[in-house]
């Protein structure tokens, strides 16, 4: 994904009201961005780091700008804008790059399905039949370890139980990790965290769910999936 313009380096001062930070511009001064991520965004940002954000250009929004990257507390970057992450699949399947998903002639995004009333992220239709793509975006790491969710997340638990019943009638299912953080080396559920989560991704991988994690390189000018990663079930 180009990102023209590129995006602006500034330094995180503060995230507050889980939906607005403050950062302090090149010139020195603070200007309050939007920021787009509904997680608690755990072990992904730290006060007084470099961030970068981009600018929407429309001098009619309230907050103009959007935080895109942040710096961890071990200095990786983590991509918090969870918008990015359906449009970073969807390039990266286009592009070749995610082998697993090739050989669909159609791609439709925000698709109605399922008995609990969902929409699919990306549903892939072809000669070999349909793909239901769900697509989470991972950014907590402990060490090396990317861990999904970073707050309890009943809707995520949802998308699993509507990926098992597709699987279990034979439509092929994918859970799609899109992990925006340079850290991280492997992806697993965060059980200490959601264990309901947890048990319901145990759940969907045994009745035919598939997992793909593919990881992001993160740059002013360009955030790209390019590095297939690990998914490790429970118990590995």
């Known amino acids: 994904m180009k990102l023209d313009p590129p995006l602006t380096r500034g330094k995180l001062l503060h995230r507050y009201k889980r939906f607005l930070a403050d950062v302090e511009t090149s010139s020195g001064e603070i200007i309050t961005i939007h920021c787009p991520n509904t997680g608690s965004m755990k072990n992904c940002w730290q006060e007084n780091t470099p961030c970068w954000y981009s600018d929407s250009g429309n001098p009619k929004r309230k907050y103009r700008h959007t935080l895109e990257i942040t710096t961890t507390p071990e200095g990786a970057l983590a991509g918090v804008n969870t918008g990015r992450a359906n449009h970073l699949v969807e390039e ?32 892939l239709s072809g000669e070999r039949g349909d793909c239901y793509v769900e697509v989470k975006n991972v950014t907590l790491a402990e060490g090396a370890r990317g861990l999904f969710p970073d707050a309890v997340s009943a809707r995520g638990s949802k998308h699993l139980r509507e990926l098992r019943t597709l699987a279990r009638s034979g439509t092929r299912a994918v859970l799609f990790y899109c992990v925006q953080h340079s850290a991280i080396e492997t992806v697993e559920a965060a059980v200490e965290i959601d264990p309901a989560y947890a048990a319901a991704l145990e759940e969907a991988v045994a009745a035919g769910v598939e997992v793909i994690a593919y990881r992001a390189t ?19």
């Open 218 to 236: 993160l740059g002013p000018g360009e955030i790209a999936l390019d590095t297939p990663i690990p998914f490790l079930a429970l118990g590995r």
């Open 92 to 123: 990266a399947i286009h592009s070749g790059v995610v082998k697993e998903l090739q050989g669909y002639s159609q791609l439709r995004r925000e698709v109605k399905y399922g008995e609990e009333n969902s929409r699919i992220d990306l549903l």
